[in-house]
């Protein structure tokens, strides 16, 4: 296989599971370093495996995205080892408890503002001069619109998610960073399966063939 992303070094945040973890794999394979980062050091350590079986290399960093400390330092090692990042890929997400709109409570809203904008948008001053100095940096979103019944809490904090990337879109549009957001196909996800308890999972996307299909918009 050819690899496209040697010598680059791809920080990947939520990538334990899922899409985030089936985007480490595809970058590694590619020859891209991976950092990756996410709370599951289970999930990681077995990434890893998979990472090296595959001839790839990662860097893990277990630590939660909404420890603001934490992921500045993480940011400042990348760029004391290696100078820069190359690519970002984000996933990391707090799933809210499915809930009546009348009933959210403030404790479950506090926790997604936290996970899926605060963090976020830290994150986006984080990485930006992180990755401002590679030849090509880029950065990759996933976006979801869950408009079904009781899924107000995750719907709205997924809302302020996709305003804050398209603007960050819009002010980059005649820089030479390319911020991607990227719609998935339904998989057979956590999240998913928060709010299709008991589907019928057999018509589902995997969330590797999901990155082998999403992901190639980094090679343009």
Not at 127 to 139: F, G, H, T, W
Not at 146 to 153: F, I, L, P, V
Not at 195 to 204: K, Q, T
Request: glycine residues 8%; hydrophobic residues 45%.
């Amino acid at each position: 296989m050819e690899k496209p992303f040697d010598g680059q070094i791809a920080l990947v945040t939520g990538a334990s599971r899922g899409i985030g973890a089936a985007s480490a794999e595809w970058l590694a394979m590619r020859g891209a370093h991976v950092v990756a980062v996410a709370r599951t050091v289970g999930g990681l350590e077995e990434l890893d495996d998979r990472i090296k079986a595959l001839g790839g290399e990662a860097t893990l960093a277990p630590m939660d995205i909404t420890n603001e400390a934490a992921m500045a330092h993480l940011c400042r090692s990348i760029h004391d080892r290696w100078g820069r990042a190359d690519i970002w890929v984000h996933s990391a997400i707090h799933v809210s408890a499915l809930t009546p709109a009348p009933q959210i409570t403030a404790k479950d809203l506090d926790r997604g503002i936290a996970t899926n904008i605060r963090a976020l948008s830290r994150l986006v001053g984080f990485v930006d001069p992180l990755i401002a100095p590679s030849a090509k940096p880029q950065a990759v979103f996933f976006d979801d619109r869950w408009d079904e019944k009781y899924a107000g809490s995750y719907a709205m904090s997924k809302a302020a998610q996709r305003a804050l990337i398209q603007s960050w879109q819009a002010e980059t549009a005649k820089f030479p960073l390319s911020v991607h957001l990227l719609q998935p196909n339904p998989m057979p996800t956590a999240v998913r399966g928060r709010f299709y308890p008991g589907e019928d999972r057999s018509h589902l996307s995997h969330p590797r063939d999901e990155a082998a299909r999403l992901l190639p918009v980094l090679l343009g």
